[in-house]
């Protein structure tokens, strides 16, 4: 399984960045998936996840009604919509996925390489 996150870059607080995040390998329409980050000098922690078929989406509290997380199958590919940026979503966020169709576990069994989102204030 190759996971492969893109769509990071530069931004000033209040605005916008979706990333992206293809997956080959072998099919993940039966997989859960979602994205991590990790801020510098913090651990790696959980940023919102989502079911095989999209039909139920996970959420950390700080992020909540910012940040949207969507997959389109046909295309083998993983979304994350990022709205209202703030300084504190900095971070290299990382796409995973899991061999459950619910939801990701804190370790998901497959990560890709990360890609850096930085919120300027």
């Known amino acids: 399984v190759q996971l492969q996150a893109s769509g990071g870059g530069l931004v000033q607080a209040g605005g916008s960045l979706r990333l992206s995040c293809a997956f080959s390998?072998?099919?993940?329409?039966?997989?859960?998936m979602g994205w991590f980050r990790q801020a510098p000098g913090k651990e790696r922690e959980f940023v919102a996840s989502?079911?095989?078929?999209?039909?139920?989406?996970t959420y950390v509290d700080s992020v909540k009604g910012r940040f949207r997380i969507s997959r389109d199958n046909a295309k083998n590919t993983l979304y994350l919509q990022m709205d209202s940026l703030k300084p504190e979503d900095t971070a290299i966020y990382y796409c995973?996925?899991?061999?459950?169709?619910?939801?990701?576990?804190?370790?998901?069994?497959?990560w890709g390489q990360g890609t850096q989102v930085t919120v300027s204030s």
């Open positions: 390998g072998r099919t993940l329409s039966n997989n859960a």
């Open positions: 995973v996925a899991d061999q459950y169709a619910a939801g990701v576990r804190p370790t998901p069994r497959y």
């Open positions: 989502i079911s095989w078929n999209g039909g139920r989406t």
